[in-house]
């Protein structure tokens, strides 16, 4: 009695998933072919099979879910606090040296009520943004071309791993001697940052795609470009959003870099400025504070833009 | 009393003009120099006809049904599908996880130049209907079973309204139940529309439950080894004695071909 045991243990999902499969109307539907013994006989094996196999999906709601995955770091930032408390109490360290959770605390809340910090995270969000922009409309073509094109690919394609593992902060010299202390010169080392990334995300996407989408592409008529469209690009999404990500990440580094070292009027107030700007009156608990603020842009733009991206098209697909 | 006609393989071949498929000594070989995957295979498909094609690893199965469906070029031979394009079907699924069912069938009518949206949506429902999955329109493929997944392969493959289907291992996947029906659902649907069918398995049962024909082939070189008409009229049973009666008999043949290769 096997089959019994198995239809008995998922009852309850069976009985669910009928109600939203309409097996009644799937049975009506068979009485225009045929006769109707066997075919409804058929039809009614086949709801039962649909029934018993369907899954059925524990939709979780977001607050609950955005309880649960916050939960862990939280926890995980109070143990460095309390670290961290601990060996500014141990006084291992002057507190020029290692200034307390408090202090940087301290330094961040003067930072905004000065307007300081407001000014600085919308220069640096507003470089980073048009920057990381610029480097995804380079580098998503240029992506496509090495990753499609096998000759483009054996010429550029090693000098994108390189420049990908290249620190970013290398091309601040040449930048500023090119461009001058302007906004310009900021773009130019997220771009050179960036660009790499993003299109060595492409290849990899397009590496990922099954062969068998593009043969049952083909059979479906898809030829060409129609084949780019409908079967390549969907296909090679995952990927590409995994390297945007990445790319993300580079364009902010890079911004940072060049935003530390390099200051002028034309640049303004930046989140690198505060840093420099701490290191230069020899503030210990302004550099934290500096540092907190750029940890805290770069985690809320990957969390707010990135991750539910890349979650969404992740769990439309079955996935995740 | 046989059930099914036996016939040696080449007196038989009466090429007949108006084939669905019609396949003039192909060979394929995949490197230059290499051995042949496919030798001389002569096989012609009568429009409608059910034809299950047999053999064991390594006899070129899939290689043939690509050749059929355009998707490769024979090295030698001629493979002619007068109808033009031949819809294939897979072992896997293979709907585009990034689409809903109904947007897998719709890909397939907007590649073949249907337009209209609503018009597609509405053929769309009806494939759909045709393979009893009403209401699964919008369902992701994650979300059906094994089954249903390849009960809209099918409706795909029905979508690109072509006079030949050609199916490669669809059911190997699928738990012997579902499997089962899904046997008499393509019966039922070969019934209804009259498509012809190319069907390549390694399973016996499988090839004799199903095809009005059932084509042995060798194993490298992949060539025609023999060929039986089964006579036991649908609707058919895998448990039936008549089916296991040939079953048997295919089988044997089947085992004395892999025999050449253990000498």
Avoid at chain 1, 286 to 314: D, K, M, S
Wanted: net charge neutral; hydrophobic share 45%.
């Amino acid at each position: 009695m096997a089959a019994e045991t198995a239809a008995g243990a998922g009852t309850a999902e069976a009985a669910e998933a009928a109600a939203a499969t309409e097996p009644a109307g799937t049975a009506e539907s068979t009485g225009t072919t045929g006769p109707a013994g066997p075919a409804d006989a058929l039809a009614t094996v086949e709801a039962g099979l649909d029934a018993l196999d369907a899954t059925t999906e524990h939709e979780v709601s977001r607050l609950i879910r955005i309880l649960r995955s916050a939960y862990p770091p939280v926890l995980a930032i109070a143990l460095i606090l309390a670290i961290w408390q601990a060996l500014y109490l141990a006084k291992i360290w002057p507190d020029w040296k290692l200034p307390g959770p408090s202090e940087v605390f301290t330094s961040l809340k003067e930072t905004f009520s000065g307007g300081d910090a407001w000014t600085a995270v919308g220069h640096s969000v507003e470089h980073g943004a048009v920057g990381f922009a610029a480097s995804l409309v380079i580098g998503t073509p240029l992506g496509l071309l090495v990753g499609r094109f096998k000759p483009v690919r054996a010429g550029v394609g090693p000098i994108l791993s390189g420049l990908q593992s290249l620190p970013s902060v290398a091309w601040v010299p040449p930048a500023l001697m090119f461009f001058g202390p302007q906004p310009s010169m900021l773009y130019a080392v997220v771009l050179l940052g960036a660009v790499p990334s993003i299109a060595v995300g492409v290849v990899s996407g397009l590496d990922q795609v099954p062969p068998l989408y593009l043969r049952v592409g083909r059979n479906l008529g898809a030829r060409g470009l129609s084949s780019v469209r409908h079967v390549l690009l969907p296909a090679a999404l995952p990927g590409y959003l995994a390297g945007l990500r990445q790319g993300w990440a580079f364009a902010w580094r890079s911004l940072l870099a060049a935003e530390i070292i390099v200051q002028s009027a034309q640049l303004g107030h930046s989140l690198g400025f505060l840093l420099k700007n701490a290191q230069d009156s020899n503030d210990m608990a302004g550099a934290f504070a500096a540092i907190v603020l750029i940890l805290a842009v770069g985690v809320t733009v990957n969390q707010v833009l990135f991750v539910p991206l890349e979650r969404r098209v992740l769990k439309a697909r079955g996935l995740i | 009393m046989t059930a099914a006609v036996e016939t040696e393989t080449g007196s038989t071949t009466t090429v007949s003009a108006e084939a669905a498929v019609r396949l003039t000594k192909v060979t394929k070989t995949f490197r230059d120099g290499g051995a042949p995957v496919l030798e001389g295979i002569d096989l012609s498909v009568a429009p409608g006809e059910f034809v299950c094609l047999l053999g064991a690893s390594g006899c070129g199965k899939s290689t043939l049904l690509n050749l059929i469906a355009d998707l490769d070029k024979p090295s030698g031979g001629t493979v002619d599908v007068p109808s033009g394009r031949a819809a294939l079907m897979f072992q896997e699924s293979a709907l585009f996880p990034w689409l809903s069912a109904g947007a897998n069938i719709d890909l397939a009518l907007r590649l073949r130049g249907r337009s209209g949206k609503r018009e597609r949506r509405t053929e769309a429902e009806r494939l759909l209907d045709l393979v009893r999955l009403r209401g699964a329109y919008d369902k992701r493929p994650h979300q059906l079973s094994g089954g249903m997944r390849q009960r809209v392969a099918l409706a795909r493959a029905l979508a690109q309204d072509s006079k030949v289907l050609l199916m490669d291992e669809p059911f190997a996947a699928l738990d012997a139940i579902t499997r089962d029906v899904l046997h008499e659902e393509l019966i039922r649907l070969w019934e209804t529309t009259g498509l012809a069918v190319v069907f390549v398995t390694h399973n016996v049962r499988e090839a004799v439950r199903l095809g009005q024909r059932v084509v042995l082939l060798s194993s490298r070189p992949g060539r025609v080894a023999h060929e039986w008409h089964v006579d036991i009229p649908q609707p058919r049973r895998v448990e039936d004695k008549a089916v296991a009666d040939l079953s048997v008999e295919i089988t044997d043949h089947l085992r004395q071909e892999i025999s050449r290769h253990g000498r």
